[in-house]
């Protein structure tokens, strides 16, 4: 029984969820517009110790993103969420700036000066008018690389810190949902 479908509020990340709960295991991924797609290539690369899920259910309601949980149609109503429907507007611009960061602000370490300039050109590449870069964040002398999030309420990508030598994961290829 289907109670509701709503759309995530945050297209651009999907959490995979090891069993049919809201307690336990999960695993974020960056979305490439199919959430079930998505945590079924989690599944396969062995995220959860491996093992055959033959059905995968996406959900919205207890975060603002699109949770993917094992079990069928029913899942998400037993789980008190609604069932997943894609979201309205075209992401594929905000995949586009995500796929960007991940690869300019990605495996090397890239300074804070430097990397407010490639999130602007990003920015710009991705066509996404009234975007703007927040870098307030105190750069700390332990934690000189730039690493980033997207906060889509306030249209804006955000700067943070990480430590030398620590990888961001690459963004997923991806496709237009």
Known sequence: MVLRREAPDNPLQVVCHREASLEGERYPVISSGDPLADCAAAWASGEFGGGDVRRLTACTGATEYAAVF??????????????????????????????????VLGPECTVRHDAVALVEDAIGEAGLAGWRVDASTPVRPERPCATWSVDLTRKVVVLGGRRAGVPVPPAPATTPP
């Open 70 to 103: 094992p079990g069928g149609p029913d899942v998400c109503s037993r789980l008190g969420l609604a069932t997943f429907a894609p979201f309205a507007e075209d992401v594929s611009p905000l995949q586009q700036l995500q796929a960007e960061l991940s690869n």
